[in-house]
């Protein structure tokens, strides 16, 4: 039995490696950001400042980038009609490679705080560092679907990535708007650094796992219809 | 020819495939939602607010989204499937420019969108179709296009070097949320980049770009060739790159592109550093003569010529303190330049020092001693951006500054001139400038409608010349192309750009005026002139010439905090103009690029605090600046307040607001919290509280009357112990009203 599991995780992680080599250059850019933002949080002493860079990082620049990533995953497969004529179901694919970039971006605020615990002393890392983690892990678990979502619905990648900027930016500029009721508190995607002692903190959280789990649902119901999803006009990309 | 036509035929490509783009369709989709939230977010700004304000927000949010549409558009360049790109005959430079051309057309049609959006949105608010829309249209090209520009250029070059979209996309984004959360830049200050500059732009509705037009011209341009440049220069690097073509011909209109651009750069950026250090505050003078010299005798006579005023002026002067005088210090605006000086008929010389012109007497004056000063000087004044750019950083925290008021403007088109403004030069005097025999003659150009307190003495078809004499209100002179509304006798003077809610808030303060001196019991049947003043934060009553700031908010007929706050601004403005008050200059104040960070008080009541520098980001006063802070003080704070809830509830019929207002004010006449707090509003509201409950609302009209008679302007200030005086004559107070505790003897505490 337990061979079986090991077998299971072990094809499991050969395929995301084999993922991994067609988003290698993106995902080396996630860790690139995170090298980036370490160089500007080492400066900082006060805990809210650092708090401050993790939280901007995490649930906000980080989710973005990884709602970028997620519309290629599909629309911008140059190849993806060969994905279409193998015998393996599309939606394998899908999940895998969303896997590997929700796993990506974890790994790349992961290790910031990694980085930023062993260079920096504990008096000035902030005291919520788990609650800043999970904020992160959700926020890109939802951008990333959003994108993956948007972009196997509208079939072209640049419009996927129009959507979750679109919905991004409408969120930071409104947010003193949306976090004025306490439906905002609970839709609102970066609670943990507008509001992080918000009581709808974990009420938010679980909402966008389970909104971002049904978005990836329709993903796998979308990719089922082959031939609606093979590509229009331009949009194909590097 | 044959290069002339690619171009235009790669362009006409890349705008069909932009246009077919559902991305860029997306993009529009979005422009036009942001628009219409930010306007329904804030329905109550004038139009001219409105376009700052959206400009603003377009130009930040459309940066990532720019990186979307277009990178992909270079880098699909750099795809295996796009072999043909390097086997055709047509040129990569070449390609990359007519790509350019078509992208930079079709988002420039797109950026008049926003626009189309506001003009549809701002329709109820808009008062002369033509001046409006025209002005809401020219300010929001010239935001919305050069920073779009730059912003494209930007995307275009990044695509250019990296070859990745996904790397583009990060880098842009990176940038914009760093901007946008105050991480680069933690305070919006005149040489932060892009939309900072914006964020900080004050419009005027009289002077237009006025005050702002060196700095945002100069700034726009400097996007402009920097993008411009940077594109050029991408271009040139692409081109490096091998080609499989048979040759790779050499274009020179690259390297003369380069050229241009860089040269741009270097000038814009030159004027553009050149108008930021003329708008900053200079360096404070290290002695300063305040209130030293009484001037008994004085006469200023000049002329306005386009932006430029010369005056020559004499004075009688004598030195009131105890110690002799070496020397004779002068306000006098930066841009205006000191030609000659002579004292008691010699010759002497001068220096210029910050805000402040310094003579040399020939020899030591005596305490009491007279003597006479002529002078001429000329020039452009300068408003220094310090006196009307509040908003300080992108918190819209306003930290206290050193903030004078404007009483000086002055532009080819507009012209304010206040008695007390640094136009004239005058002794440093922290009252206002009257003497006992003072004559100004001035001739104005006689282009624009003008709004004058003075006599007019000599009109042509070109010039008025005026006159004033004796003792001179504050408001001497405002022109401008204003359009004029006559309403019930009264006539309102609006600025070129002015919208309905400037109407509506000149009609509500002229009401407020008429109930405040009828029920002080002067004369209430006569006419005013209520005028927009150029850049004027506060309102200024001058006789029956009422001066107006432009409208920051709309009115609306429920909005009892809106008239609260102008009833507030006119017992204010009514108190300075008829009774004299107590000032002071002081060099008190803090530096915009500074924070203060008290710690809990200890059990003595003491506190520490300390000013954390935030850096070299705000310039506006970087030395800080002598500051005129004529009539702040609890008394004059108090009794305006109580004139303003009379005005209130004779206004809107109904106490039920400031019934509530009040209340606020009895709860802070309580002390509770003071220590962690301001001591003046607790001060002031215990002054509130006292005046309110020991007079009623005749008799408090009444003693304002006769400290009007007793006290008028030019006379010695009225002071606290002296209202005590006045107020005591009531019988049946005598003995009960005291100066009102401050919180701190109350209490036991030292805020």
Same mark, same amino acid.
């Given at each position: ?37 370490? @160089? ?93 983690? &999970? ?31 679109a919905?991004?930016a409408l969120?930071?500029l409104f947010?003193?708007d949306?976090?004025?009721?306490? =439906? ?55 | ?14 705008i069909?495939?932009?246009l077919?783009? &559902?991305?860029f369709r997306?993009f529009l989709l979005f422009i036009t939602v942001l628009t219409s939230a930010v306007l329904l977010s804030a329905p109550g700004s004038s139009s001219l607010v409105s376009v700052v304000h959206v400009a603003n927000n377009v130009l930040f949010f459309q940066?990532?989204l720019l ?17 043909? @790109? ?18 930079t057309v079709v988002f420039f049609i797109a950026s008049l969108l926003p626009l189309l959006m506001m003009s549809f949105w701002l329709i109820p608010t808009i008062l002369n179709w033509t001046t409006n829309l025209s002005a809401l249209w020219t300010f929001g090209l010239m935001f919305i296009l050069p920073v779009t520009f730059l912003e494209m ?15 583009? =996309? ?24 892009l939309n900072?500059t914006l964020l900080t732009l004050h419009l005027d509705s009289v002077a237009g770009l006025g005050a702002e037009k060196p700095i945002l011209v100069s700034l726009l341009l400097?996007y402009v ?79 306005i010529?386009g932006a ?48 402040? =012109? ?25 408003l220094?951006r310090?006196?009307y750019s509040l908003q300080?950083?992108?918190?819209n ?9 404007v009483?000086?403007y002055l532009d080819r088109n507009v012209a304010y001139l ?26 104005v150009p006689n282009h624009f409608p003008v709004v004058s ?8 078809d070109t010039y008025i ?10 408001i001497?002179l405002a022109t401008a192309p204003y359009h004029t509304v006559e309403q019930s006798g009264n006539m309102i003077f609006l600025g070129r750009y002015s919208d309905k809610s400037s109407l509506d808030q000149a009609q509500v303060i002229l009401a407020l005026v008429e ?12 006419r005013y002139t209520a005028v927009i003043l150029p850049y004027a934060q506060e309102v200024v009553i001058s006789?029956s010439i009422i001066g107006l700031p432009d409208s920051k908010a709309r009115y609306s007929p429920d909005n009892n905090a809106w008239i609260?706050d102008l009833a507030?601004s006119v017992?204010?403005a ?77 206004f809107t ?99």
């Amino acid at each position: 039995m337990n061979e079986k599991i090991l077998n299971t995780l072990s094809w499991h992680f050969w395929l995301l490696r084999q993922n991994y080599y067609i988003y290698r250059r993106q995902t080396l850019l996630l860790f690139l950001l995170s090298l980036l933002f370490e @160089v500007m949080i080492i400066p900082q002493s006060d805990p809210a400042d650092v708090r401050f860079m993790f939280a901007v990082y995490g649930e906000v620049l980080l989710p973005q980038m990884a709602g970028w990533v997620a519309t290629g995953i599909l629309a911008g497969d140059p190849s993806r009609e060969l994905l279409f004529v193998t015998s393996r179901p599309v939606w394998k694919t899908v999940v895998e490679r969303l896997e590997l970039v929700i796993l990506t971006a974890t790994f790349s605020f992961g290790s910031l705080f990694l980085l930023t615990h062993i260079i920096k002393n504990s008096e000035s890392f902030p005291n919520d560092g788990l609650k800043l983690f &999970l904020g992160s892990v959700v926020s890109c678990l939802l951008f990333a679907s959003i994108g993956i979502f948007s972009s196997v619905r509208l079939r072209n990648r640049a419009a996927g990535g129009v959507m979750i900027t679109a919905l991004w930016a409408l969120t930071l500029l409104f947010q003193q708007d949306i976090l004025a009721s306490e =439906i905002g508190h609970i839709i609102y995607p970066f609670l943990t650094l507008n509001a992080p002692d918000s009581p709808f903190w974990i009420i938010n959280r679980l909402t966008l796992i389970v909104f971002s789990l049904l978005l990836i649902l329709g993903t796998i119901r979308l990719t089922r219809q082959e031939e609606s999803l093979l590509p229009h006009g331009e949009s194909e990309e590097a | 020819m044959m290069t002339y036509r690619l171009l235009f035929h790669t362009a006409v490509t890349e705008i069909r495939l932009t246009l077919r783009n &559902l991305g860029f369709r997306l993009f529009l989709l979005f422009i036009t939602v942001l628009t219409s939230a930010v306007l329904l977010s804030a329905p109550g700004s004038s139009s001219l607010v409105s376009v700052v304000h959206v400009a603003n927000n377009v130009l930040f949010f459309q940066f990532p989204l720019l990186a979307i549409v277009i990178s992909p558009v270079i880098t699909r360049h750099h795809s295996l499937s796009r072999e043909w @790109v390097w086997a055709t005959r047509l040129d990569y430079p070449v390609l990359l420019i007519g790509q350019f051309i078509g992208l930079t057309v079709v988002f420039f049609i797109a950026s008049l969108l926003p626009l189309l959006m506001m003009s549809f949105w701002l329709i109820p608010t808009i008062l002369n179709w033509t001046t409006n829309l025209s002005a809401l249209w020219t300010f929001g090209l010239m935001f919305i296009l050069p920073v779009t520009f730059l912003e494209m250029c930007a995307v275009f070059s990044f695509a250019c070097w990296f070859r990745n979209t996904a790397l583009v =996309i990060a880098v842009v984004t990176a940038l914009d949320v760093l901007l946008w959360l105050g991480i680069l830049t933690p305070a919006a200050s005149l040489l932060t980049p892009l939309n900072h500059t914006l964020l900080t732009l004050h419009l005027d509705s009289v002077a237009g770009l006025g005050a702002e037009k060196p700095i945002l011209v100069s700034l726009l341009l400097f996007y402009v060739f920097l993008g411009l440049g940077g594109v050029i220069v991408s271009i040139w690097g692409s081109s490096q790159i091998p080609s499989y073509g048979e040759s790779r011909p050499q274009h020179p209109f690259v390297m003369v592109g380069m050229f241009v651009g860089f040269t741009g750069i270097f000038l814009t950026f030159w004027l553009y550093t050149l108008s930021v250090k003329q708008s900053i505050v200079p360096p404070p003078p290290l002695s300063s003569q305040i209130n030293v010299w009484g001037v008994e005798v004085a006469s200023h006579n000049g002329s306005i010529s386009g932006a430029e005023i010369s005056l020559q002026s004499e004075f009688t002067l004598r030195n009131t303190s105890d110690v002799s005088q070496n020397n004779l210090m002068l306000s006098l605006n930066t841009g205006q330049n000191f030609i000659e000086a002579t004292v008691n008929e010699y010759s002497v010389s001068f220096k210029r020092t910050g805000e402040t =012109i310094e003579i040399l007497l020939p020899s030591p004056l005596a305490p009491n001693g007279v003597l006479n000063v002529k002078m001429s000087y000329a020039g452009s004044p300068i408003l220094l951006r310090e006196d009307y750019s509040l908003q300080t950083s992108i918190q819209n925290d306003s930290p206290l500054s050193f903030q004078n008021p404007v009483q000086t403007y002055l532009d080819r088109n507009v012209a304010y001139l206040h008695r007390d403004g640094d136009w004239m030069a005058w002794p440093l005097s922290s009252r206002p400038h009257l003497s006992p025999d003072e004559v100004i003659t001035l001739e104005v150009p006689n282009h624009f409608p003008v709004v004058s307190s003075g006599e007019i003495i000599e009109q042509t078809d070109t010039y008025i010349k005026y006159q004033w004499q004796g003792r001179l209100p504050q408001i001497l002179l405002a022109t401008a192309p204003y359009h004029t509304v006559e309403q019930s006798g009264n006539m309102i003077f609006l600025g070129r750009y002015s919208d309905k809610s400037s109407l509506d808030q000149a009609q509500v303060i002229l009401a407020l005026v008429e109930t405040l001196e009828s029920k002080i019991k002067l004369e209430s049947d006569r006419r005013y002139t209520a005028v927009i003043l150029p850049y004027a934060q506060e309102v200024v009553i001058s006789g029956s010439i009422i001066g107006l700031p432009d409208s920051k908010a709309r009115y609306s007929p429920d909005n009892n905090a809106w008239i609260y706050d102008l009833a507030q601004s006119v017992s204010r403005a009514w108190l300075m103009d008829r009774l004299s008050w107590p000032g002071e200059i002081t060099s008190n104040g803090y530096l915009r690029d500074s924070e203060i960070v008290c710690e809990q008080p200890d059990e003595t009541g003491h506190q520490k605090c300390k000013i954390i520098s935030l850096g070299k980001y705000n310039l506006q006063a970087p030395n800080g600046r002598l500051v005129n802070k004529t009539g702040h003080g609890s008394l004059i704070d108090a009794i305006s307040m109580l004139l303003a809830l009379q005005l209130t509830e004779d206004f809107t019929g109904s106490d039920a607001f400031t019934q509530r207002e009040y209340e606020i004010w009895v709860v802070r006449a309580g002390c509770t919290g003071a220590a962690f707090s301001a001591s003046d509003n607790y001060q002031r509201a215990r002054w509130i509280v006292s005046l309110h409950q020991i007079f009623n609302e005749s008799d408090f009209d009444k003693m304002i009357l006769v400290l009007t008679e007793k006290y008028p302007p030019g006379s010695l200030p009225i002071t606290e112990d002296e209202f005590l005086q006045v107020a005591g004559n009531y019988d049946y107070i005598t003995n009960i009203f005291e100066l009102p505790l401050p919180c701190e003897m109350l209490t036991g505490n030292k805020p």
